[in-house]
């Protein structure tokens, strides 16, 4: 017989970390969410008060115009007095634009950018009533709470979605709002539409046939696009505009292809993550690249071994604090602000995160050195017999050499090496990733409110993800 419990004293769930891993293992859930870990701390370092919100503490806001973590919540499945599933939760406060009042959530702890993934942990024999339970639980907290329920960020292959749809789509029945939503990136013109979308006017401006003034309007949209940073376009007017000429040169094409995929381009589309089934030996890995990759990856290895460059690979155990320090500067050096993940609000959480995964067993980071120098890193999350792609970084003054590609063609190797399964990138929005794998999965989330109290899900995800709401839920 299953039963469930919420916990609420801080203490009490931390003592429960070690038996909460061991059950993610025991189980064969093996997402950096499914360990507790990650949420725990994510929860120990963003939580906020009245005066200081998410936004300060995280260093970025992804939810309304401001955010409030106010609660954690652990609730656990037992048999027999065993623990069989859990799964983190917190209440947050979140300021609409659109509403004078705050909205209430419960989610699960963490956001998309440091855990991509984010899933319930159960025992596989019990899967069907421990989720039912849990999801009983999880629904009359929300109630309790008068908070909308949002369990987001699922992969669409998750066993457990069809067990949290049914929950779901029997409380529609009942007359609460809500459904399943595909998570896509935001359509229009944006920091992440802008590439297909030059691409795009550049290919139309090579074929024969354009018109001189049509040229000009695209050749003058090019400038603006490349002008336009990230913190313009968060501006609705500037994007409204570069929209418009978007549709405006869309208009004047005679080929109702090129308008079409130019259209296309601005799009909302499902937030694609790669991954790849390893096989058993490099050798077979190496050959499921593509010709002309396999010949860049042999020329530009033997440039960075003649030019003396060397790889590194620190072992879990051997992960040091200066390990660390170094891996998250390089992340900096390359990104900078433009990070999602690392600045100086994160760097605590990223060094206790890295440090406390290191000790599990579960943290493995990579080095690229020339001269004596680290110049590049990639930090891996290794859990049973998946290797997670998390974060990286590289000096921008190196040689031409392809430095981060590179080093990640070695994470790949080396994950082969130690009898990994599966080695997944993360994020796909890089496209170098597309080198190593064509397979990706998309994301699931799924709402619940009480009717009449569901809100604008574009108010309440105002930046980069969408949520395309499928109601009734059709798996």
């Not at 919420?6 to 993610?24: F, G, K, M, W, Y």
């Not at 008060?49 to 609660?71: Q, Y």
């Not at 309790?144 to 329920?149: I, M, N, S, T």
């Not at 170094?326 to 605590?348: C, F, I, K, P």
Request: overall charge neutral; charged content about 25%.
């Amino acid at each position: 017989m299953i039963t469930t419990r919420i916990l609420t004293d801080l203490d009490q769930i931390n003592s429960l970390l070690p038996a909460c891993q061991a059950l993610a293992l025991r189980s064969g859930c093996f997402l950096p969410f499914q360990q507790l870990t990650l949420p725990w701390l994510w929860w120990k370092h963003f939580n906020t008060t009245a005066e200081i919100d998410f936004g300060h503490k995280r260093g970025r806001n992804f939810l309304g115009a401001r955010t409030w973590v106010e609660k954690f919540y652990l609730v656990i499945a037992e048999s027999g007095g065993r623990l069989q599933g859990f799964v983190p939760m917190v209440v947050s406060r979140v300021k609409l634009r659109s509403q004078q009042s705050a909205l209430r959530l419960l989610s699960f702890s963490a956001d998309s950018v440091l855990a991509f993934y984010q899933d319930f942990t159960v025992m596989p024999a019990l899967r069907e009533p421990a989720l039912r339970q849990m999801l009983d639980e999880l629904i009359a907290l929300a109630e309790a709470e008068r908070a909308l329920l949002f369990l987001g960020h699922i992969p669409e292959d998750s066993l457990n979605i069809p067990f949290i749809a049914d929950a779901i789509t029997q409380r529609l029945s009942r007359g609460f709002e809500g459904g399943m939503a595909r998570i896509q990136s935001r359509d229009g013109v944006y920091p992440w539409t802008i590439p297909d979308i030059s691409k795009c006017l550049t290919d139309i401006c090579e074929r024969n046939g354009v018109q001189p003034a049509l040229r000009l309007q695209i050749e003058s949209l090019q400038t603006d696009l490349r002008r336009h940073n990230s913190s313009l376009l968060m501006f609705p007017r500037t994007r409204q505009e570069l929209e418009a000429t978007v549709n405006k040169i869309a208009d004047q094409l005679a080929d109702a292809v090129q308008a079409g995929m130019l259209r296309e381009a601005m799009a909302a589309r499902d937030i694609a993550y790669p991954y790849m089934i390893l096989p058993e030996r490099v050798e077979i890995f190496e050959q499921s690249l593509s010709d002309s990759n396999r010949y860049y990856f042999k020329r530009y290895l033997k440039k960075f071994s003649e030019a003396g460059g060397i790889f590194e690979s620190i072992a879990p155990a051997e992960v040091s604090k200066q390990d660390i320090e170094d891996y998250l500067a390089l992340h900096m050096e390359r990104w900078g602000e433009d990070s999602v993940a690392v600045n100086q609000a994160t760097m605590d959480f990223h060094m206790e995160l890295s440090r406390r995964l290191a000790a599990d067993g579960q943290a493995r980071l990579f080095f690229a050195k020339l001269e004596g120098k680290r110049v590049a890193a990639h930090a891996c999350l290794d859990i049973g017999n998946r290797r997670e792609y998390y974060f990286s970084g590289r000096r921008r003054d190196t040689t031409k050499l392809p430095i981060g590609k590179l080093l990640c063609y070695q994470t790949v190797v080396d994950a082969v090496q130690q009898g990994r399964r599966y080695y997944d990138f993360g994020y796909g929005g890089d496209e170098y990733k597309s080198v190593f794998t064509r397979t990706s999965r998309t994301l699931r989330g799924f709402f619940l409110a009480a009717k009449g109290d569901f809100p604008d899900l574009n108010a309440l995800f105002p930046k980069y993800e969408s949520m395309a709401l499928e109601t009734p839920v059709e798996l």
